[in-house]
């Protein structure tokens, strides 16, 4: 279908009249160099035999998308004064354009599966869910109602019953579709099926949940069936970006009494007592975890899915600005539409700046999409009184947040550097399964060597001080070192250890995060 798209342009363009040559090349030009790149794409996303062959292809479908999307932008731009020949031309161009851009994210979000599953074969339920035909509607269909009916037809073809990740991983591939991907990715796009050659897309076994599902609240509403929400892409949230047992506890982190103690009062008891925390004691809907790097902020987030026993949806910002190139905007709406199916919930964003940083015009249209679309969904949070999603973000750089993502945060917890005390925890707990010769005093005097130090550098502190009875046995002789043979490490070690690691996070930072936190900050 690619070819034949290409030909009839190829043909329309030698027609054109030389006054409206320019532009029309310029279009046509980006429908060419995103025809090369599919066509490239699909050679290689058939031929595959790797991971890294399907990442290749991933990344040839990412460039055709984007001379694609190039190419649209630019039919857009042509003024609509031009003769009504020449405007249906550049429509149908337009659509084949569009039909191609579908086609390619489409595969891009299959092997993007693929490669995040580390599985060859598609999930029965992202195939039936990702229809190839786009070209199945009627080629006047809005790119938008396209799309809606494809997601309609989605949801009609195989209802998901919301289950458990584990349940939908193992359910969700009746045996008869288990073939690997590549062998139909050519045959599908190539060839142009007909309306009624939907059969293939007819209902399959719906992939559902055995009957005794894993939680109560998870088997009553159909998330196959959310409104505006690419079942498949629920699917995929509730399979790889939910994430309950984070298994990180209070316990698990040294220090950061204040950061715990609010993150108990607005998440940890309201989400166990809801019926005392109303009114004015209605938890926030939206907290901010900032502070330099390294010191706890994805632990302290973690922890708190493990206490609060909420479902919890862990995605890094960066996971959806750039694996979901041009997906990222459906994502963000299906996350949130899950995240309300399964409340109460938690959505952990980390790295947020990178999507709630003011917005710029030099950016990538999609990222500029995402952020909206980022906006939108967290200002429809709490918007029922009963709903209890909380929206948690974390970032190193909460100077880079615009003003308006900032009003949604309205707790802003300071994750600082951990103090002396908290070092000490922190080198005791790192020791505690190690044999080592540090009382009270030598902690101490560690936790006085290492002021400015952040948790991570800690950890690797302790990683190079307990190389030091190693590094002193004559290499020769550390095959066949026996445990006991193996000296207790000592603060000596440490004392070594400092001059080789040293703090990572610069005064300079610091100041900038204590000022931003002085004037935006909880500072309690
Ligand atoms: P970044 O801003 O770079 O994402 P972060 O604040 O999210 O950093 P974490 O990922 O939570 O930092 O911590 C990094 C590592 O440092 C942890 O895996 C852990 O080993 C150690 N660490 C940091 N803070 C603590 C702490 N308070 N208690 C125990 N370990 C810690
Ligand atoms: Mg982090």
């Not at 952040?454 to 190079?464: F, I, R, V």
Request: net charge positive; proline share 6%; glycine share 4%.
């Amino acid at each position: 279908r690619f070819a034949m798209a290409n030909d009839n342009d190829g043909n329309d363009s030698r027609k054109r009249s030389t006054n409206s040559e320019s532009d029309v090349e310029s279009y046509q030009d980006f429908h060419r160099k995103g025809y090369d790149y599919i066509s490239k794409a699909l050679t290689m996303d058939e031929a595959s035999q790797s991971m890294r062959d399907r990442q290749k292809a991933m990344d040839l479908y990412l460039q055709g998308i984007v001379e694609l999307e190039r190419g649209i932008i630019a039919i857009e731009n042509v003024p609509p004064s031009v003769p009504e020949d020449r405007a249906r031309r550049t429509d149908k161009l337009r659509d084949k354009m569009l039909t191609n851009l579908e086609l390619a994210r489409e595969r891009v979000a299959d092997l993007n599966l693929q490669i995040r599953t580390n599985k060859s074969t598609v999930p029965a339920t992202t195939k039936s869910k990702f229809p190839f035909g786009s070209s199945t509607m009627p080629r006047t269909t809005s790119p938008a109602a396209a799309q809606q009916k494809k997601f309609n037809n989605a949801a009609k073809v195989a209802p998901v019953a919301p289950v458990s990740r584990r349940q939908i991983s193992v359910n969700s591939r009746p045996a008869e579709t288990n073939k690997p991907a590549r062998s139909t990715s050519r045959g599908r796009l190539a060839t142009r099926p007909s309306v009624s050659g939907r059969s293939e897309g007819k209902p399959e076994p719906s992939p559902r949940a055995p009957s005794t599902p894993s939680t109560p609240r998870t088997t009553r509403k159909n998330l196959g069936a959310l409104k505006n929400v690419d079942s498949a892409m629920a699917n995929l949230i509730l399979d790889q970006i939910i994430d309950n047992s984070p298994g990180v506890y209070w316990d698990t982190i040294a220090g950061q009494q204040s950061a715990k103690q609010a993150l108990q009062e607005t998440v940890v008891w309201p989400a166990l007592r809801p019926e005392v925390f109303t009114g004015l004691r209605a938890p926030a809907k939206g907290i901010l975890l900032f502070g330099p790097p390294g010191n706890g902020k994805t632990l302290l987030a973690k922890a708190v899915a493990t206490e609060s026993k909420q479902t919890f949806f862990n995605i890094s910002a960066s996971t959806l600005t750039s694996k979901w190139v041009g997906e990222g905007e459906k994502l963000v709406r299906a996350l949130f539409a899950c995240a309300r199916e399964l409340q109460p919930s938690i959505i952990f964003i980390d790295e947020v700046d990178s999507i709630l940083s003011a917005r710029k015009d030099s950016e990538h249209d999609a990222i500029r999409r995402l952020k909206t679309e980022f906006l939108i969904q967290f200002d429809g949070v709490g918007t029922a009184s009963d709903e209890r999603i909380l929206v948690m973000g974390a970032t190193n750089l909460p100077q880079e947040l615009d003003l308006a993502a900032l009003r949604r945060f309205p707790k802003r917890i300071m994750i600082s550097l951990p103090d002396e005390e908290a070092r000490i925890s922190m080198l005791r707990n790192l020791l505690k399964n190690h044999q080592h010769r540090l009382d009270q005093n030598d902690f101490e005097e560690v936790a006085d060597l290492t002021e400015g130090y952040s948790g991570s550098d800690l950890a690797a502190l302790a990683k190079d001080a307990a190389m030091g009875p190693i590094r002193e046995i004559d290499p020769q002789l550390v095959p066949t070192l026996k445990h006991k043979e193996i000296r207790p490490i000592t603060k000596a070690d440490f004392q070594n250890s400092v001059n080789r690691i040293r703090p990572s996070v610069p005064q300079s930072s610091l100041a900038d995060l204590d000022a931003w936190a002085q004037k935006f900050g909880d500072c309690t």
